[in-house]
C-alpha cells in the first residue's frame, strides 16, 4: 500500500526564481488537496482537485501560484518568482470519494526562499 | 479569523494517565470532524474522524466527543504512552457524501508524555 508521495522533500530557492513541486495520491483516490503549513500553525488549505478539475482556491493561493492537475493522477504545484514569505511546508493530501472525509497526507515539501 | 481553535499549545501527561485534548470551532456548516497526529519533519497522520450526526466515535485508545451546541470536540487518548507525544491538530470541512471540501485545521496542541 503506497502513500501518497511529493517530490522534493526539500527545496531551497533564491527569491525571485520559479519552483515546482509534484504530489502523488494515494492511487485511484479522486480527491487531491495542497496545504502550506508555516512554523507554529495548523495547515492551512490552498486548493483541491476532483480528478482533472480544480473545484475550489483559497484566497492563499496568490497569481504567482498554479496548480495542475491534467490527468487525474499527480498535481503539481508551481510558485513563480519566489518570495521569502513563501517559504513554508507544502503539503499534499488525497482522499477518495467513497463516502468518507478522511484526507491522507503526504509528507511535504520544505521550501525555504533566501 | 480563527474558525478552529486549539486554546492549548501544548499539555504534559504522565504515562498511563488520561490525555484530554479540546477544541473550538465557530463555523455553523462544518460537520465533519478530524483529529491529525503531527511528527516534526513529517505530514500529518490521520487519527480518528467524526461526523456531525454523531456524539462520540472509538478507535483503540482513542475517543473523540462532539459536542454541537457548545461547538467544541475533544480527543481523548487513555492510557496515554511515550509514543503519544507530538503534535495533535483538529481539523473541520463540509462533507457533502461525494467528498470533502478543505480541511480548516487549529493550531495544534503539543502533547508532551511524561515517564
Known amino acids: 500500500d503506497t502513500g501518497v508521495s511529493q517530490n522534493p522533500r526539500h527545496k531551497i530557492t533564491k527569491r525571485g526564481q520559479n519552483v515546482t513541486f509534484r504530489c502523488d495520491p494515494i492511487s485511484e483516490h479522486n480527491r487531491l488537496y495542497w496545504y502550506r503549513q508555516t512554523l507554529g500553525q495548523g495547515p492551512e488549505f490552498l486548493t483541491y482537485f476532483q480528478n482533472e478539475a480544480q473545484l475550489e482556491k483559497s484566497r492563499l493561493l496568490s497569481d504567482r501560484f498554479s496548480a495542475e492537475r491534467p490527468k487525474g493522477s499527480f498535481s503539481t504545484l508551481e510558485i513563480q518568482r519566489t518570495e521569502q514569505g513563501d517559504s513554508a511546508m507544502y503539503l499534499c493530501?488525497?482522499?477518495?470519494?467513497?463516502?468518507?472525509?478522511?484526507?491522507?497526507f503526504g509528507p511535504g515539501t520544505r521550501l525555504t526562499v533566501l | 479569523d480563527q474558525q478552529v481553535k486549539q486554546n492549548s499549545p501544548s499539555l504534559s501527561v504522565q504515562e498511563g494517565r488520561i490525555s484530554i485534548l479540546n477544541c473550538d470551532y465557530t463555523n455553523s456548516m462544518f460537520d465533519y470532524f478530524l483529529w491529525y497526529k503531527k511528527y516534526p519533519a513529517e505530514g500529518p497522520t490521520f487519527l480518528i474522524s467524526i461526523s456531525s450526526i454523531k456524539d462520540k466515535n472509538e478507535d483503540g485508545r482513542f475517543t473523540v466527543f462532539l459536542n454541537k451546541s457548545a461547538k467544541h470536540l475533544s480527543l481523548h487518548i487513555v492510557p496515554s504512552q511515550p509514543g503519544d507525544s507530538a503534535v495533535y491538530f483538529c481539523a473541520a470541512t463540509r462533507f457533502s457524501g461525494g467528498g470533502a471540501d478543505g480541511l480548516t485545521f487549529g493550531k495544534g496542541t503539543h502533547l508532551i508524555i511524561q515517564p
Open positions: 493530501a488525497s482522499s477518495s470519494l467513497a463516502g468518507v472525509a478522511t484526507q491522507y
